[in-house]
């Protein structure tokens, strides 16, 4: 079983550059989200999606876009790189919003980005 | 604000040694709190959800027990392989943002 799967594993930017962090899962789950994880900070949501064609913002969206065309995809795009998005991106997804009542999120390997 | 916080930051334990992990939430309507397992370069692992004060979930040398105000993840003679971060989230009424703590990081010594 594959589950969520991200790509790249590792990549350095320039700041100014743009590129997108490809997200995808085989489990047919609706909900899907990403993550950004910093020391001491914990998993701060970016975006999340509850279906195709529907996605919204979560707690530190700016500089990161979404789009969610069909039920396994979701790529995260970085407009325009800064320093300050150097962190490490997780995607997410689950079988409902909720995630609970035995509806696990279900996490990527996650994607090692540094911007310099 | 809703917010979750985890104690201690970082613990060492030697191998048989037992101790607790500490989350402690401020979420209006808690519907969930969830505890996963992160280790070096992976992605969290579930462990655990809890519902409702009172419960208590068990897993190997794990248990996790939730109160109204926090949960504790307790680790029984715990050996090197539980060694790894462990992260508290809860969830709202609403279900659709998961608040992470911080994490604890755990090291079991041989």
């Known amino acids: 079983n594959a589950g969520v799967t991200q790509t790249p594993k590792f990549q350095v930017l320039k700041t100014g550059q743009s590129m997108t962090l490809q997200c995808a899962q085989d489990?047919?789950?609706?909900?899907m989200s990403w993550y950004r994880q910093d020391p001491g900070m914990g998993l701060r949501l970016i975006h999340y999606?509850?279906?195709?064609?529907?996605?919204d913002q979560g707690e530190v969206p700016n500089g990161y876009n979404v789009s969610r065309s069909t039920t396994e995809d979701f790529p995260l795009r970085l407009l325009s790189a800064a320093p300050s998005q150097t962190s490490v991106y997780f995607c997410?997804?689950?079988?409902?919003?909720?995630?609970?009542?035995?509806?696990?999120?279900?996490f990527g390997e996650g994607s090692w980005l540094t911007v310099v | 604000e809703d917010q979750v916080t985890q104690s201690p930051e970082a613990l060492r334990l030697q191998e048989g040694e037992s101790s607790s992990l500490n989350c402690s939430y401020t979420?209006?309507?808690?519907?969930?709190l969830f505890w996963y397992r992160q280790d070096p370069g992976k992605g969290p692992e579930f462990l655990f959800t809890?519902?409702?004060a009172g419960e208590e979930k068990e897993k190997e040398r794990l248990k996790a027990t939730l109160t109204k105000k926090e949960s504790f993840l307790h680790i029984t003679a715990p050996k090197p392989e539980d060694s790894a971060t462990y992260l508290c989230?809860?969830?709202?009424?609403?279900?659709?943002?998961?608040?992470f703590g911080p994490g604890t990081r755990l090291s079991v010594l041989p």
């Open positions: 489990m047919n789950h609706e909900y």
């Open positions: 997410a997804s689950s079988y409902s919003p909720r995630g609970f009542s035995g509806n696990t999120i279900y």
């Open positions: 989230a809860a969830t709202d009424n609403y279900g659709q943002n998961f608040v």
């Open positions: 999606s509850v279906g195709a064609g529907i996605t």
């Open positions: 809890l519902y409702s």
């Open positions: 979420v209006s309507g808690l519907r969930g």
